[in-house]
Structures are given as structure tokens and as C-alpha cells.
């Protein structure tokens, strides 16, 4: 008798699929539905019914408290060094710095060409340059290109500094998540959250494959 193969999506054990993990992250780091869909090259409807499959499967009533979740997928590299694998958490080296510019194509020869720092990568209306270490955000905004710059703190185990700075009243916006993988597997993750007069400041850290 001849075995006749199952129809529909293959089987997988994490909470949620790859594609609304994709979409949850994007959420987690603030997106709106139309940014997510033109990043993902897929409807806004698409997207629409992957957050509302991801809040039902995880219980949540609303974008702000997914936001706020800090679940990790079960192919992350992060979610390997969880469980054994993680490093010392540490604080106080800044990543990176995030500046808002009104044309990216200008400013990436701005600080390219006439400065000359390294170019590192360019995703669209986004280009990293490198600061002696310290990477530099560039994205194109809507607004005047004069908005504040944005520190990001790099750490090791960005689940347990979340927890230690919670521990002493610190308020996370968004919870840790992957928003990159590069082609060599190294994973770069982020999190958000305010300091004393309610602005933001962010957490950075790279989970690389293993050995």
C-alpha cells in the first residue's frame, strides 16, 4: 500500500511559525504594519493576520504587550547560549549611535567619503558606518534630520541585563529580540528601554553560530 504524503505546512516545535516569528520581531521593534509588509515584500493584510495568530497563540490582548514579550526562537543562536551558553552580562560600552538624516545617499557620503569612516552595510534608507568600534546608525526619517541621537549599550546576555535593570526599576518598552541576521550566522539582537526623563536608550548584542 502505497503511503500517501501529508498536505499543508511542515511540522516544527517552536510557539510560533518562522513567519510569524519574522513579524513578531518587527513588531517587537516597533514597526507598523505597512513598514513590516514593505520590508517583508508581502501584504499589509499578510501581515494583519500573522499578529493576530501570534497575540492569540500567545495569549496577549494587544501590540504593547507583544512588544514587551521576550520570548526567543528556538533556531536562534541566543536560545543555544541560554541554556549554558551565554555570556557574563556587562554594561557601559556603547554599540552604537542612531541618527536620523534627511537624505541617506548624502549623508552616507558625508560620512563615508568626506569623513571617512568605514563603510560597513546599507539596507535600503539604513547604512552603518564604523566608529574606531563604535557603529554608526544612519536612517532616513520624515523629520529635519536634527532629532536626538539614540545610545545603544552593548552587553553579553541581553536577557539578564534586562532583568537586572528591571530589577532596579528600569522600564523596557520592547523586549529583547532579532532584528538581523547576517549571511556569516551571527544574530544582532536589541532591546528598549527609558531612562530618568523618559527617553529612550537601547541594548545591543550579537549571538554568533557555534563552533
Known amino acids: 500500500m502505497t503511503n500517501r504524503?501529508?498536505?499543508?505546512?511542515?511540522?516544527?516545535?517552536?510557539?510560533?511559525?518562522?513567519?510569524?516569528w519574522r513579524v513578531a520581531d518587527k513588531v517587537r521593534h516597533?514597526?507598523?504594519?505597512?513598514?513590516?509588509?514593505?520590508?517583508?515584500?508581502?501584504s499589509t493584510d499578510a501581515v494583519k493576520f500573522h499578529v493576530a495568530n501570534v497575540l492569540q497563540k500567545l495569549g496577549l490582548s494587544n501590540r504593547g504587550e507583544l512588544r514587551r514579550w521576550d520570548g526567543v526562537r528556538l533556531d536562534s543562536h541566543l536560545a543555544r547560549q541560554e541554556h549554558g551558553m551565554g555570556m557574563e552580562a556587562d554594561f557601559g560600552a556603547i554599540g552604537q549611535i542612531a541618527r536620523s538624516v534627511r537624505d541617506i545617499a548624502a549623508a552616507s557620503a558625508f560620512y563615508g567619503e568626506t569623513l571617512g569612516l568605514r563603510h560597513l552595510y546599507t539596507y535600503g534608507t539604513l547604512a552603518f558606518?564604523?566608529?574606531?568600534?563604535?557603529?554608526?546608525?544612519?536612517?532616513?526619517?520624515?523629520?529635519?534630520?536634527?532629532?536626538?541621537?539614540?545610545?545603544y549599550f552593548r552587553v553579553g546576555d541581553i536577557h539578564a541585563e534586562q532583568r537586572r535593570l528591571e530589577a532596579k526599576g528600569v522600564l523596557f518598552t520592547h523586549a529583547p529580540h532579532m532584528i538581523h541576521r547576517h549571511e556569516d550566522g551571527t544574530?544582532?539582537?536589541?532591546?528598549?528601554?527609558?531612562?530618568?526623563?523618559?527617553?529612550?536608550?537601547?541594548?545591543?548584542?550579537?549571538?554568533?553560530?557555534?563552533?
Do not use: Y
Open 187 to 211: 544574530e544582532e539582537w536589541m532591546a528598549f528601554f527609558k531612562d530618568n526623563d523618559d527617553r529612550p536608550l537601547a541594548l545591543m548584542s550579537q549571538a554568533a553560530p557555534a563552533n
Open 30 to 42: 516597533g514597526m507598523t504594519n505597512p513598514a513590516i509588509a514593505a520590508m517583508l515584500g508581502v
Open 5 to 20: 504524503k501529508e498536505r499543508g505546512r511542515p511540522p516544527h516545535g517552536d510557539i510560533l511559525t518562522p513567519a510569524e
Open 129 to 151: 558606518f564604523d566608529c574606531g568600534g563604535v557603529r554608526l546608525f544612519l536612517s532616513q526619517g520624515d523629520g529635519d534630520g536634527a532629532a536626538e541621537s539614540l545610545l
